[in-house]
């Protein structure tokens, strides 16, 4: 800003010249006035002090910098009534209906003022005092912005000589040809023609801004007669914030009077009447452009916690010095919509608090986070059961004292006894979902009427906004909920094997997809290991994945082949109706073979990282047609394995990337798969940094990394036995040998009691085959017995004169977990017991 207005403009304005030149300067065309500008610490001293200020000022940098802005800036704002100098039509003479810049100056004053003052100011000269009547007196406009942040910087504060903005000449009409209001840096007639050529040259001024931006502004300023300033593309305030900024300074001191009388309930002159009623006329059309101006500024986004932070800061210092938002329980947590008129036990929560105060003024007295409910007798109450504004114009001791009866052990009285406080709800549907308190510093005007109106109106928009946030909150919540109700919680540890997974939705607005991944414990310490992806997204996806995902682990429990798995999901698929289609890779991994059947319906291939050298492939499998196709044959291959290999399974989201040939995320994949890592997560972690730093990635990822880690041949041992009665006894002795062998003594009594259930069982519904007996040792003991018996025993009730129907109540009784499937030869019924601590 120092560097666009201290220079004259080069063409259509005179360079002007400041107080320094002890004349005042020659009326400017049009273009821009030239700026001093100054900032204030919050010590009150002089931190900036620019090229214009010393001009204006008659003070050099280097003695202004470090020194009391009082000494040097005008800060008194009356003007002596000279005969020599008359009032200016487009500015009124000081009337103390405003504040003075030592009211900003002395940080009495929160929000943005604005003034004109008188400065005497010597002229250049040789060293000494010059006489004071050759001292030069220089009108001086003024505006005054607080800022507010975390920096020692307290105050800005632009000057300009209103000396280049006199105009004395009049019409031909006899009215005045007065400036609009002034706006820092530039001055427009209100009787401009040009102002197409203006639009031109505001770009050639300020060169960020293009012309189409520029000529909105220029048709703003001639049409509604009061300045923009232009912090940046999107944000732009009134330099003077006053509600009821009048069209035409020239009549200010006049319309004042009017506002005076009619706030008095005094008649108004007649020659005032169109004063006020224009006045009245302008201050709504102020708050309807501040209406307007707040609605760009909130609900930007649908997030619930940035959408509560801006309504807060849009009326913070514009309209309000403190705004403390309040919700229900129910919004904060993302549930459903509250019901019911709210009460005194329902519990409010404080979200948010702007405040123009010094910085931590407010957040140990009322901190950010606390929920509380408010009683009966106060003006939150009475506006969240009505749910209408409730004004108090100044908050007087006695109430102020019923307020903070409520906060224990903190007096709040001091924050906010003798402000003016609006309460205004936050509505949607009719119900309250929160209240908005909105104090104002003493020093400033009360909220009127007018002003309850106008919170009423911006709590109205601010509702919806936060409802609409709310809601999708709400349903992103439920589709989390949903799309992890879906995903197996799949332990980290199997038989044989360590199991890593991760779930990564597609986009933020869709978290519920297709893509799944989980794993089954098969007889034998085999493990399935599967992953799949339904074609599509959203809710009808998740739905058609849980479906198949269900079917996946009711098929692989009956202990099929990878092949026929896919076969018969594939029918089950068409069944469903022909827009059901999926890829899915189905992988068995059998720990004490050290080996791999998979089948393929469609799905990328997976990655075998060698434990060995460290190298990693894609397994060359047959790929199938999706499920859902239907007709085409599904292929198994089988894949040796050694302990410490890992097997890398996931969906396309992954590797697929638009724009991209998915040959490359496939050998990305490859890559990063085979990098060490201190363990499975960070191994996750590091394939999905390596892929989804690429950008454009749209899709659901699932991923699955196992370890196959095996189970050493000292932890398998096997029996056969004969079908005969007497093995039963034979099978107790064995196991009760092995397992004093292995160190599992405590075992004993349990392990040769179900092994003797299911040993007798076997011996007798076998036909031909001799049982196969198995104790496999893990992270449980598993024991296993096959026969060539198809019929699958089923856990009975037995009457106290049956015979048979007690030996599968004892096993579901005394083991950890129990079973049986059904094998190509017969079946294996088995059971797992715990280990003793070490």
């Not at 859902?628 to 990337?657: H, Q």
Request: net charge negative; aromatic share 6%.
């Amino acid at each position: 800003m120092e560097n666009g207005t201290d220079r004259g403009t080069e063409r259509d304005t005179p360079p002007s010249r400041g107080a320094g030149d002890g004349v005042a300067a020659e009326p400017a065309a049009v273009g821009r006035v030239p700026l001093a500008v100054v900032v204030v610490d919050r010590d009150g001293l002089v931190s900036h002090w620019s090229r214009g200020a010393g001009r204006l000022f008659g003070v050099p940098k280097d003695e202004a910098l470090g020194h009391s802005a009082v000494d040097l800036l005008p800060v008194s704002g009356a003007l002596p009534d000279d005969d020599d100098v008359a009032p200016y039509g487009a500015f009124a003479p000081y009337d103390e209906l405003g504040p003075d810049l030592e009211s900003s100056l002395d940080g009495r004053l929160s929000y943005p003022a604005a003034g004109r003052a008188r400065l005497t100011v010597p002229p250049p000269g040789p060293a000494g005092p010059a006489p004071e009547q050759n001292h030069a007196r220089v009108d001086v406009l003024w505006w005054a912005y607080p800022l507010v942040g975390p920096g020692h910087e307290r105050l800005l504060v632009l000057a300009a000589d209103a000396g280049g903005l006199r105009q004395d000449e009049h019409g031909d009409d006899g009215t005045d040809m007065a400036f609009e209001r002034i706006a820092p840096g530039f001055a427009l007639h209100t009787d401009f023609p040009g102002a197409e050529q203006l639009a031109r040259r505001l770009p050639e001024i300020l060169p960020s801004m293009s012309v189409d931006e520029s000529a909105r502004i220029v048709a703003q300023v001639l049409e509604l007669g009061y300045p923009i300033l232009e912090f940046s593309q999107n944000d732009r305030v009134p330099v003077t914030p006053d509600w009821g900024v009048p069209r035409r300074a020239e009549r200010r001191a006049r319309r004042e009077r009017a506002a005076r009388a009619m706030a008095e309930g005094l008649p108004v002159p007649g020659e005032l009447a169109d004063e006020g009623e224009d006045l009245e006329y302008a201050a709504v059309r102020e708050h309807l452009e501040f209406l307007k101006d707040v609605s760009g500024h909130i609900g930007t986004s649908l997030d619930l916690s940035r959408t509560i932070v801006e309504v807060s800061r849009a009326v913070v210092p514009r309209f309000t010095d403190v705004a403390g938002t309040y919700l229900r329980e129910q919004v904060v947590a993302g549930e459903g919509f509250p019901d019911g008129v709210p009460d005194t036990t329902t519990m409010w929560h404080r979200v948010a608090l702007e405040h123009t105060d010094e910085p931590g003024r407010w957040d140990d007295v009322v901190p950010v986070g606390e929920a509380m409910p408010f009683p009966a007798h106060t003006p939150f109450f009475q506006c969240m059961t009505s749910g209408e504004p409730v004004l108090v114009p100044r908050i007087s001791e006695q109430m102020g004292h019923a307020i903070a009866a409520q906060f224990e052990k903190r007096d709040i009285r001091p924050l906010i006894t003798h402000r003016s406080m609006l309460v205004v709800p936050l509505k949607a549907r009719n119900v309250v979902l929160g209240f908005m308190i909105l104090l104002r510093h003493p020093e400033r005007p009360v909220f009127n009427d007018m002003d309850r109106v106008t919170g009423a109106e911006l709590a109205a928009r601010a509702g919806l906004v936060l409802d609409n946030a709310r809601m999708y909150t709400y349903q992103e919540s439920v589709a989390e909920t949903l799309q992890d109700s879906m995903l197996p919680h799949i332990p980290p540890r199997m038989a044989g094997c360590d199991i890593a997974t991760r779930y990564l939705p597609g986009t933020l607005l869709g978290r519920v997809g297709g893509d799944w991944f989980d794993s089954v414990k098969l007889p034998g310490a085999r493990t399935a290991l599967v992953v799949g992806d339904v074609m599509g997204h959203g809710l009808n996806s998740a739905a058609m994945m849980g479906q198949l995902r269900t079917a996946v682990q009711t098929m692989a429990a009956l202990d099929l082949p990878p092949a026929q798995l896919l076969r018969n999901l594939d029918d089950l698929a068409q069944r469903l109706g022909d827009t059901y289609l999926a890829t899915c890779l189905y992988a068995v991994y059998d720990p004490i073979a050290g080996e791999l059947d998979i089948a393929n319906a469609g799905h990328i291939p997976p990655v075998l990282v060698r434990a060995g050298d460290g190298r990693s492939d894609l397994l060359d499998l047959p790929t199938g047609a999706p499920i859902g196709v239907g007709g085409v044959p599904f292929e198994a291959v089988r894949v040796r394995v050694e302990p410490g290999d890992r097997l890398v399974m996931c969906t396309d989201g992954l590797v697929e990337v638009r724009g991209e040939d998915i040959e490359l995320g496939l050998a990305t994949l490859c890559e990063s798969a085979a990098h060490p890592a201190a363990s499975m997560d960070d191994a996750c972690d590091m394939i999905i940094r390596a892929l989804n730093t690429r950008g454009g990635r749209k899709d659901d990822v699932a991923l699955l990394m196992a370890r196959l880690n095996g189970v050493a041949p000292d932890d398998v041992a096997e029996w056969s036995l004969a079908l005969d009665p007497i093995e039963v006894g034979r099978a107790r002795a064995v196991v009760r040998e092995q397992l004093h062998d292995w160190g599992l003594a405590k075992l004993t009594h349990p392990a040769e009691l179900l092994v003797g259930e299911l040993v007798t069982n076997a011996v007798r519904h076998s036909h031909s085959r001799p049982v196969e007996l198995r104790l496999i040792r893990g992270d449980t003991l598993l024991c296993e017995v096959d026969d060539d018996d198809h019929e699958l025993p089923t856990l009975r009730t037995a009457g106290p004169w049956d015979e048979f129907g007690r030996g599968l109540r004892v096993v579901s009784t005394l083991a950890r977990a129990w079973g049986t499937s059904r094998t190509k030869t017969g079946k294996t019924v088995w059971f797992e017991l715990t280990l003793p601590r070490r």
